[in-house]
């Protein structure tokens, strides 16, 4: 089980006031590792190189296209629309949270993990289920803090999370072979928004790059941190007060790079409103999630047939990302060429 601090997130002091203040102005902040905590990591980190070595037929047999409630590995076919990233350069494997008997509600994202065979694979799932327990916790706490400085009762959002879907996500970068020239300025992971109320972020060497107040993409520090970015629940809840924050994996990002993003989500049938003030948007998250995985994984587009998705340029931007490249492009002003920040956005 990894170790630190889970519940008392809010009484860290120092930390924690430095952490909120720079969500609410950045929309990511760095939370320290403790040792057992970042040893608990790297055994993830061993355990995802391990099964990502394997041949395709034998990860095919675990393929999230597969599974029961979207969990498994994510081969790199699976490629979402992102006008601003290359030829896919990642593969993952995804881990959410087990149905059980008595949850309230039934839906698409509900099911059960599934796990390699042998030693290996009951590795993998001891740590991997011992992690996601820790990042619900830690997530709880995170959340209890938003909740203080906002104002606002923790059981305000408590309430939205009683079976949260989250997910516990390990990714892994390689090269790709004799990539046109014209892609290999692309991003390795197209710019996004998280879906949910925040992300907690592990990697084990730089590559994950957010867009900064002047416009220019930043890489987030690393080492001996966890990077918390604020996610697009997090935007209405707060009235706008935490901001979800654009962020990407860039175009140096290097072979064998592991990245191990928790989203802390809410319930998949939760109305997700601002707790601030009686006013302004309300969402859904469960469609709000659904509707932005479908533009991820072709594989849920191909499965609905309701669901038409328009390919024109900038169409598969979702609103909070949209107001993200706004407010980058406010800022900057005249300072950095439109089409630099935002492509999508250029008539």
């Known amino acids: 089980m990894p170790g630190g601090t889970t519940e008392n997130v809010a009484a860290r002091g120092l930390a924690c006031e430095d952490m909120l203040r720079n969500l609410r102005e950045r929309g990511w902040a760095s939370l320290p590792l403790d040792r057992v905590t970042h040893a608990a990591y790297m055994r993830l980190v061993g355990h995802g190189h391990r099964f990502f070595d394997q041949p395709d037929e034998h990860k095919r047999e675990l393929d999230i296209t597969l599974s029961e409630g979207h969990r498994g590995w994510v081969s790199p076919d699976q490629a979402g629309d992102y006008d601003d990233e290359g030829p896919r350069r990642y593969e993952a494997f995804d ?28 590795r993998l799932r001891a ?17 209890d803090a938003i909740c203080a400085d906002l104002g606002v009762d923790a ?51 730089p590559g994950t790059q957010v867009l900064d107040d002047d416009g220019t993409w930043i890489d987030v520090p690393h080492e001996g941190v966890v990077t918390v970015l604020v996610g697009d629940m997090l935007s209405v809840f707060s009235g706008g007060r935490y901001q979800s924050v654009l962020h990407r994996a860039g175009s140096t990002v290097k072979a064998g790079r592991m990245s191990i993003p928790f989203f802390a989500g809410a319930d998949y049938s939760a109305l997700v409103t601002n707790a601030v003030e009686s006013d302004g948007e309300s969402i859904c ?25 328009d390919l024109t340029s900038g169409a598969r931007t979702s609103e909070f990302e949209s107001r993200a490249w706004s407010r980058a492009i406010g800022r900057t002003r005249a300072a950095a060429p439109r089409a630099a920040l935002a492509p999508h956005l250029v008539e």
């Open 285 to 309: 998250f469960g469609t709000h999630l659904l509707t932005q995985l479908r533009r991820d994984f072709p594989y849920l587009r191909e499965a609905d047939d309701d669901f038409v998705i």
């Open 155 to 205: 059981a305000s959002m408590r309430r939205l999370r009683t079976e949260p879907v989250s997910q516990l996500r390990l990714i892994r970068y390689f090269e790709v072979a004799d990539a046109p020239i014209e892609y290999r300025d692309r991003a390795a992971m197209g710019a996004h928004t998280d879906y949910e109320f925040f992300t907690i972020l592990f990697q084990d060497a």
């Open 95 to 122: 881990i959410g949270r087990n149905a059980e008997p008595d949850d309230k509600v039934e839906h698409a994202l509900r099911g059960h993990n599934q796990w390699p065979a042998g030693r290996d694979g009951e």
């Open 127 to 143: 740590d991997a289920e011992a992690m996601f327990a820790y990042l619900g916790e830690l997530s709880a706490g995170i959340g």
